[in-house]
């Protein structure tokens, strides 16, 4: 039995394709707006890349304490809710919308997204999340492609924004040599 491999979608002349200015976020930070073009771009996703310790959470913790009005989902594969709320209790900020969750299992948190509707994920760190899909560990090149992958798919068929952590490797290449870039739309590099 062969699949049904029918697109939804059809060509366009480019003449005639319209669309309505880029939707962006407002992050509350203006550093961050101004790389960012501006501001967060809807269904857009960004890697936030940097040395362990650099500050890439408390910036990611505090646009997500700053973002009134939008409803996010901050996801914790390495600190426990006790130390990312004694991380928010340090920064400023405070959004009652704001969700916690520390899950490391990809479908687990497409569950949650599913029921909470977030308008920005941020995933913490990209290194940690793992999908039943693949059976290599967490960390792992393939983990880490298709898991940024399928948050790549989800970020564009919900018009969710994303942000990824993701920790430079010894050899100086966020997450493995090129590994990320080609999958997101922004790279975001910290150095110290």
């Known amino acids: 039995s062969k699949k049904n491999n029918k697109s939804s979608s059809k060509p366009q002349i480019i003449n005639e394709i319209t669309f309505s200015q880029e939707k962006r976020i407002d992050t509350f930070n203006s550093e961050l707006n101004r ?31 700053n973002c009134k009005g939008k409803k996010i ?3 914790s594969g ?10 928010a209790d340090r920064v400023e900020g405070e959004n009652n919308e ?7 299992n990809i479908q687990s948190i497409f569950e949650h997204c599913d ?32 898991c940024a992958g399928e948050l790549q798919r989800y ?5 969710t924004a994303v942000f990824l952590v993701g920790h430079i490797t010894k050899d100086g290449s966020i997450a493995g040599p090129k590994l990320l870039e080609h999958i997101v739309d922004t790279v975001l590099q910290f150095e110290g």
């Open 35 to 65: 790389v960012l073009g501006g501001g967060l771009v809807v269904g857009s996703v960004v890697l936030v890349g940097g040395e362990p310790g650099i500050g890439k959470s408390t910036l990611l913790l505090q646009v997500a304490l």
């Open 73 to 75: 989902l901050y996801v």
């Open 78 to 87: 390495e600190e426990s809710l006790q130390q990312i709320k004694l991380r």
């Open 98 to 104: 704001c969700f916690i969750l520390t899950e490391t």
């Open 115 to 146: 029921g909470l509707k977030p308008d920005i994920i941020i995933i913490d760190s990209i290194q940690t999340i793992t999908t039943q899909d693949i059976e290599s560990s967490a960390g792992s090149i393939s983990q880490i492609r298709e």
């Open 155 to 159: 970020a564009k068929t919900t018009s």
